[in-house]
């Protein structure tokens, strides 16, 4: 079983789409968990961190559900430059150290 | 501010050859990592330096690869007499050492 599992899509979705992405970990002792962005042939970009309370940032809504070791993204009213690979992303049992990656979720929004 | 950057960003090489690729941290981030991702795969942890703590070696795949990082800031990761399944971007990341880490560019390998 990997680490970290994601649904790889793509998901493909109109302007203005509201789509979810969902990400599954396996160490129950993780302790930071991430949404990272990735274009084609770019290196990953941090979109943001994931907290238990939920946060949101513009368009954008992550949840964090501890007991099921669920992780989830909200994307709002997609626009174009949207389209992209996004990564699950989780630290393991020490707050520092390796990152831990899913293979990501490809995300193509179309006019 | 300056990002993480990486030197080359390309390199092509002959099988049985080494390499040797540079990775410039952020300035003040005292945590480095080497990751590699494979075409079409995820990223691959491969070598965690914090301060002047051992590294975390843990995801080097062979005695092949060796890493190090001078005065606690740039890092070279070597790659000894090269294989065509080392073909793949080699990504570089620094962290304060706070979880969030920022990746540079890469530096895309082809073993030929």
């Known amino acids: 079983r990997k680490e970290v599992e994601q649904d790889p899509g793509p998901f493909n979705v109109p302007e203005g789409a509201t789509v979810a992405f969902n990400c599954t970990y396996s160490?129950?002792?993780?302790?930071?968990f991430f949404w990272y962005r990735q274009d084609c042939r770019k290196e990953p970009k941090l979109l943001m961190s994931?907290?238990?309370s939920g946060n949101e940032d513009g368009r954008f809504t992550a949840q964090l559900n501890r007991a099921s070791q669920y992780i989830s993204l909200l994307i709002r009213d997609s626009k174009l430059s949207d389209s992209a690979t996004y990564l699950c992303?989780?630290?393991?049992?020490?707050?520092?150290?390796?990152?831990?990656f899913g293979q990501g979720t490809t995300l193509q929004v179309k006019p | 501010g300056a990002g993480v950057s990486q030197s080359p960003s390309n390199k092509v090489t002959e099988k049985g050859k080494d390499v040797e690729l540079r990775c410039d941290p952020i300035?003040?981030?005292?945590?480095l990592y080497w990751y590699r991702q494979s075409l079409g795969q995820g990223l691959e942890f491969l070598i965690y330096?914090?301060?002047?703590?051992?590294?975390?070696k843990s995801g080097l795949p062979s005695d092949r690869f060796s890493a190090e990082r001078t005065g606690g800031s740039v890092s070279t990761l070597t790659i000894q007499r090269t294989q065509q399944e080392d073909s793949a971007v080699y990504l570089c990341?620094?962290?304060?050492?706070?979880?969030?880490?920022?990746f540079g560019p890469g530096t895309r390998l082809t073993v030929t």
């Open positions: 990341a620094s962290s304060l050492p706070e979880p969030e880490q920022y």
């Open positions: 160490n129950s002792a993780s302790q930071s």
């Open positions: 994931v907290y238990s």
């Open positions: 992303v989780v630290t393991g049992s020490s707050n520092t150290g390796k990152l831990i």
């Open positions: 300035s003040g981030h005292t945590a």
């Open positions: 330096f914090q301060g002047n703590s051992a590294p975390d």
